[in-house]
């Protein structure tokens, strides 16, 4: 065992730069950092120290303090479901299904007569401004509202004193497996309960339930946890994979709380794997085409990683990867089919410099595997060995 800790950080939709097959989702000329970096001349002298500019044209760095490269996706979908699924060894060639334009009428029909509840909403939104629009509507006469946020997923919203926060987690358990159908498969159902008056309404984050769908194989987190390592997920990873492969959940709302909760955990004494997700690139910035905003975030992110990085022990990796892009300058509001940057950082590290490319997101996870000495996935190579 190299690594006694490992800790794999996905900044969730930060791609750099479209794929070879970008052109079949739409995506030619995406660049979520790139973007970003053109309009905002980004201030990141931590990310940069380390690799992450780099990646954006794989430039060779001989002052670099970490190895860098870039990771093509090969799994069929550019979800977070696909990205994360990837990066712990399994293969997908199914993606799930997004609704930007609204849900159609037949899973509409089927979630009223599923739940007895009448549907309001049917839109796409990434922030509260649904439940400020609809939030009196719906408490007055007991309806659902029902959105995406662009991802795949179908959102279920209700004010606590109009339907029990118990019932609307029961009535996205029934909508789960309504969605089961192909066509229709979207990756979580997300039951968003909400408080407050008029002008004032507030998601009850505490209360918030995801329902995803069982990852279709075995992964690398399952090869862990079969061998007593410790897999703690933080953010929304415990929702990506349903729970399966993960014994410490560990949740967070935001960028910020994730981070925290990620150095508390550093502080801990335990041998395998912790995993996080910075969802509010995706969330907040991406899908709402906000490039400040994203650019913000990339900065504040910035200022954190000499913290992480101090809090590393001389047997710990840090690897920091995205799992999709999301081009905050890009057309629509879905995210883009893009590589990913990937940095590896140890302070016991002697030859940082620039990696051949990742032709799967696997790699990633089978290096994680091949460092605990468990089942190698099924796809992916192993680095292991040329990280000196």
Same mark, same amino acid.
């Given at each position: ?16 730069g479209e ?7 739409g995506?030619?000329g ?7 970096n053109e309009?905002?001349?980004?201030f990141i ?5 380390? @690799?992450? $500019? ?7 760095? /001989?002052?670099?303090? &970490?190895?860098y490269?870039?990771?093509k =996706? +090969? ?9 994360h699924?990837e ?16 849900f ?37 006469? @007991?309806? $659902? ?6 991802d795949? /997923?179908?959102?279920? &919203? ?5 339907i =029990? +926060?118990?019932t ?10 309504l ?53 703690? @997920? ?11 492969g ?7 709302s ?30 907040l910035y ?7 905003g994203?650019?913000r ?36 509001n ?15 590290f002697?030859n ?15 290096t ?21």
């Open positions: 065992m190299k690594f006694k800790r490992i800790f794999l950080m996905v900044l969730d939709s930060l791609g750099v794929t070879s097959d970008a052109l079949n989702f995506d030619n995406a660049n979520t950092l790139g973007h970003i309009q905002c001349d980004l002298p931590n990310l940069k120290k380390i @690799g992450f $500019l780099d990646t954006l044209n794989m430039n060779e760095n /001989d002052k670099v303090e &970490a190895y490269t870039i990771a =996706p +090969i799994n069929a979908g550019k979800d977070s479901l696909n990205g699924y990066m712990m060894g399994i293969k997908s060639d199914i993606p799930f299904q997004t609704f930007n334009s609204g159609p009428y037949e899973i509409l029909t089927g979630i009223e007569q599923t739940t007895g509840r009448m549907i309001i909403g049917n839109k796409c939104c990434n922030d509260d401004s649904i439940i400020q629009e609809l939030g009196e509507r719906q408490a007055s006469y @007991g309806s $659902l509202i029902v959105y995406t946020s662009a795949s /997923d179908l959102q279920v &919203a209700a004010h606590e004193d109009s =029990p +926060i118990a609307l987690h029961q009535y996205c358990e029934k909508i789960r497996a969605t089961l159908k192909e066509e229709w498969r979207v990756g979580r159902v997300i039951a968003r309960p909400f408080t407050g008056t008029k002008g004032n309404y507030k998601f009850i984050h505490t209360s918030r339930k995801d329902f995803a769908i069982k990852p279709p194989t075995k992964s690398v987190l399952d090869s862990l946890l079969e061998e007593s390592y410790n897999v703690i @997920g933080i953010g929304k990873i415990n929702d990506i994979f349903d729970g399966q993960i014994n410490k959940i560990i949740k967070a935001s960028n910020a709380e994730a981070i925290n909760k990620l150095t508390d955990i550093m502080d801990k004494s335990f041998t395998g794997l912790c995993m996080v997700n910075l969802s509010d690139f995706d969330s991406g899908h709402t085409r906000d490039i400040e994203y650019a975030a990339i900065e504040e992110l910035d200022v954190d990683i000499p913290i992480i990085l101090n809090k590393l022990e001389l047997e710990d990796l840090l690897i920091i990867t995205a799992d999709h892009g999301n081009d905050p300058t890009f057309q629509g879905d995210h883009t089919r893009e590589n990913v940057p990937v940095i590896l950082y140890s302070r016991n002697k940082n410099k620039r990696l051949p490319a990742f032709e799967t997101f696997a790699n990633i996870g089978a994680i595997a091949d460092n605990f000495n468990v089942s190698l996935p099924p796809i992916g190579k192993s680095i292991l060995n040329e990280l000196e």
